[in-house]
């Protein structure tokens, strides 16, 4: 079974630039998370889709991120404009339902300089 | 605020030691998981307990719950150098099922 893929790995932008990042979830898992991932902190929960539906976005920056789950599979993040604290990893993961295993991507290393 | 931390922040064993790191949470939960994170990669899933459960196994791993003082434990036993990660605890928030990280326990396992 194929897992989570996304992409790019490894993205380096200036301040103020917009970035995108795309995520293909394990074949048959409604539910898809984005989190972001400060160095040395925990992933925090940005996004939540159920199906192509949004669960929570309590702790989206409205204001600079976007997200949008086309058809129920793939998702993309993403960041208009970019700032100097955005620097982080952003994981995406899915899971069967809401209350089964999440199963994480490798990550989308982002720097903004 | 988190709802789970993680303690210690950073543990340094010897192969073949045991290593325990504990999660403690603020309000009532339906599931806790356990992940490690090795450097510069994503999220492994160890292991998901239910608020009904009080221990799990899975090879080398013991997870235990409990309820009463909102904590969990989690524990490797005859530890590999390859066990050295970060290992996160999450927990949901009531009957929310969003999934709140904690700040992770850094392992390190000295061959």
């Known amino acids: 079974e194929a897992g989570v893929a996304q992409s790019p790995r490894y993205k380096i932008i200036e301040k103020r630039q917009s970035v995108a990042f795309w995520c293909n979830p394990i074949?048959?898992?409604?539910?898809l998370y984005w989190y972001q991932q400060i160095l040395g902190q925990g992933p925090k929960l940005l996004i939540q889709?159920?199906?192509?539906?949004?669960?929570?976005d309590s702790q989206l920056p409205k204001d600079r991120f976007s997200a949008e789950r086309l058809k129920g599979v793939d998702s993309t993040l993403k960041i208009q404009p970019a700032k100097l604290e955005d620097s982080a990893v952003y994981l995406c993961?899915?899971?069967?339902?809401?209350?089964?295993?999440?199963?994480f991507g490798p990550g989308t290393r982002l720097l903004v300089l | 605020s988190q709802q789970g931390e993680e303690d210690p922040q950073a543990l340094s064993i010897q192969e073949g030691e045991n290593a325990t790191m504990n999660c403690s949470y603020k309000?009532?939960?339906?599931?806790l998981q356990w992940y490690r994170q090795n450097s510069g990669r994503g999220l492994v899933h160890l292991i998901l307990?239910?608020?009904?459960?009080r221990e799990k196994h899975s090879g080398r791993l013991r997870v235990t719950l409990d309820t009463s003082k909102k904590s969990s434990s989690l524990l490797i036993t005859a530890s590999r150098a390859a066990d050295t990660a970060s290992y996160f605890c999450?927990?949901?928030?009531?009957?929310?099922?969003?999934?709140?990280f904690g700040t992770g326990t850094r392992l390190k396992v000295l061959a």
């Open positions: 993961a899915s899971s069967p339902r809401v209350q089964e295993t999440q199963y």
């Open positions: 074949s048959g898992h409604a539910t």
């Open positions: 889709f159920q199906n192509n539906g949004v669960v929570d």
């Open positions: 309000t009532s939960i339906n599931n």
């Open positions: 307990i239910r608020s009904n459960e």
């Open positions: 999450a927990t949901d928030s009531g009957g929310t099922y969003k999934y709140i």
